[in-house]
């Protein structure tokens, strides 16, 4: 590791201290899951060809996904792609009516991010960087910047959406040449989705439409098409925390949502969605369960289903779903060493613990949750970096004096709201199994989801 900056260095170490996954620096403590990696770089090698991709990563609470959709994320910035990144929530999915996907859209476009700008932000100098080549375009050429703009944007308008679009871009460029910020930043709002009503978006561009609940995802394809055209290699949109949908109550807002996905999956597999990747991240429940999850929808349960032939250790990488192993346990110790590295800024005999402190630490851990503080490795990694950042302040105390004083609790998952439970029925009654929910059809209603929480 060579030596840290101190931005760097406290950027991870504050992440890791507050339990969430550093923006910045992710290479620094990457352990383990090479395989993994290998084949999302190889989709990243596919969206530069002009190719598409879908992935799932599936992995349990605390597994890691969040690090790794980052660290791909990283990837794929230094291999000249634009990134974008959000978080599921309540108030932002990928299907909705009432504003939620239109709030997911202005989620990704904030986060948007290029190996100049990791830290997000970068639309206006992606929409900068293409008028500028069209410019010089125009100059080498001896066209109007006018006519090389319209050149440039030619290939948007065979796509839905794509006269608006291009007419916003053009826009931009009227405003970069007449020094209007006031039209820079209504173009800049349009392609963020920020407009609310088509009347203020005609008012401030002249455009008839807006990025709304209907038109996210070919919003996105159109994206993507841009960012090849502003000469970067595509666009990589990772979407974690899709438990969020697994939790919907309302089973038909929740079969829109699979639909939907369900037509991500299908462009990317036909290769019709150009230069555009897609990255899920949810939870083993997200993927199987057979009443919520994908898998309660059949055309994504026969996309999504898992080589059958690999069994007894064998894996297969090639199919949408990929599986995050579990941390072996000298995986863990790797991962502690790169994190005893970072506080020492990479600097060779400045470590604040021995090796046999780490093996004590590691120890403990053991004793008090068992196999899990290496399998969901969040809650000891947190616990590591708060023990390190003790003995940095403290430097007359001594680590063994602290390790008994080290509380490491298992990784929990959140509550899922309406979830089934499961009433024993009375010794009196029959001793027959209750009939098993369908795993194919989708539901259009939730009357098995309240009754399945009555109890006599």
Not at 190 to 208: D, I, M, N
Request: hydrophobic letters at 40%.
């Amino acid at each position: 590791m060579s030596r840290l900056r101190d931005r760097e260095r406290n950027a991870i170490l504050g992440s890791l201290r507050a339990g969430v996954v550093p923006r910045v620096g992710q290479q620094h403590i990457q352990v383990g899951r090479a395989a993994e990696i290998k084949a999302l770089i190889a989709d990243i090698d596919t969206l530069a060809d002009g190719g598409s991709a879908v992935r799932f990563i599936i992995g349990e609470y605390g597994s890691g996904k969040t690090f790794f959709l980052n660290l791909v994320g990283s990837i794929a910035r230094e291999k000249k792609l634009v990134t974008v990144s959000a978080d599921l929530t309540p108030d932002r999915r990928i299907h909705a009516t009432g504003g939620q996907a239109r709030a997911l859209y202005a989620e990704l476009m904030r986060n948007m991010a290029t190996r100049a700008k990791p830290e997000g932000g970068a639309l206006a100098s992606v929409t900068e960087r293409f008028v500028t080549q069209a410019l010089q375009h125009a100059g080498q050429s001896g066209i109007s910047p006018e006519a090389a703009i319209q050149a440039g944007l030619d290939s948007l308008m065979e796509m839905h959406g794509g006269y608006d679009f291009a007419a916003v871009i053009k826009a931009y460029w009227r405003g970069h040449d007449s020094d209007d910020t006031e039209l820079q930043q209504a173009a800049i709002r349009w392609l963020r989705g920020e407009y609310s009503t088509r009347t203020e978006a005609r008012a401030a561009l002249g455009v008839r439409t807006i990025v709304d609940d209907s038109n996210v995802y070919q919003s996105l394809k159109l994206m993507a098409r841009f960012v090849r055209l502003a000469g970067f290699g595509g666009l990589l949109v990772t979407l974690d925390e899709l438990v969020n949908l697994y939790k919907l109550s309302n089973s038909q807002a929740r079969n829109a949502n699979y639909e939907q996905i369900l037509g991500i999956v299908n462009d990317a597999l036909q290769g019709s969605a150009e230069g555009l990747g897609v990255v899920f991240g949810g939870t083993p429940e997200f993927l199987m369960d057979p009443r919520r999850g994908l898998y309660s929808y059949e055309a994504l349960q026969s996309r999504l289903v898992e080589n059958r032939f690999a069994r007894e250790g064998l894996v297969d990488l090639s199919g949408p779903v990929i599986r995050l192993t579990n941390l072996t346990q000298e995986d863990l110790f790797l991962l502690l060493v790169n994190i005893r590295k970072v506080f020492a800024r990479g600097e060779p005999g400045e470590a604040l613990l021995p090796d046999e402190g780490l093996e004590a630490f590691l120890d403990h851990c053991h004793h008090q949750i068992g196999d899990a503080y290496f399998k969901t490795p969040r809650n000891s990694v947190k616990e590591f970096t708060q023990f390190l950042s003790l003995l940095e302040q403290n430097p007359e105390l001594r680590w063994d004096d602290l390790i008994d004083r080290v509380q490491i609790a298992p990784e929990l998952a959140d509550q899922v709201p309406d979830a089934p439970e499961t009433v024993p029925a009375p010794a009196a009654k029959s001793q027959e199994s209750p009939r098993p929910a369908p795993v194919h059809a989708p539901r259009d209603d939730d009357e098995d989801d309240e009754l399945a929480s009555f109890k006599l």
